[in-house]
């Protein structure tokens, strides 16, 4: 007996650009083995002894990853003056001086300086 099953008696989504819609899946280990049509695919599952799971109608789409991107947060991001890398007040100056001339603000938010790589505060 091999490890698998098959996912029949749905509507099976392997990808949706192109959109393909397909009746059946058969997973072999961790892989997918087949997707199409029903009989085709009942007939792998008797030959190998996979288990079957019927879907009673239900749907199966590719697995999503959750970038986990908090859209509100990248938006400030986007409009604020990246100070990240910099090593001295003069260089932040210097972007600062940089930044305001290709925007048209009256705030200006600035993120990702450590103050404490500072040139000026190592000299201390």
Not at 30 to 59: F, M, N, Q, W
């Amino acid at each position: 007996m091999v490890n698998g099953f098959v996912l029949f008696n749905g509507l099976v989504y392997p990808s949706f650009k192109p959109l393909v819609r397909a009746e059946a899946m058969v997973v072999i280990g961790d892989r997918v083995a087949y997707v199409g049509d029903e009989t085709r695919a009942l007939r792998i599952t008797d030959a190998l002894g996979l288990e079957e799971v019927d879907l009673k109608g239900r749907v199966v789409m590719p697995g999503f990853i959750d970038a986990h991107a908090h859209l509100d947060s990248i938006g400030i991001n986007l409009a604020t003056l990246d100070l990240r890398g910099i090593d001295s007040i003069e260089e932040l100056k210097s972007r600062l001086r940089e930044y305001v001339k290709s925007v048209k603000t009256r705030w200006v938010m600035g993120r990702g300086w450590d103050q404490e790589l500072f040139r000026e505060r190592l000299a201390e």
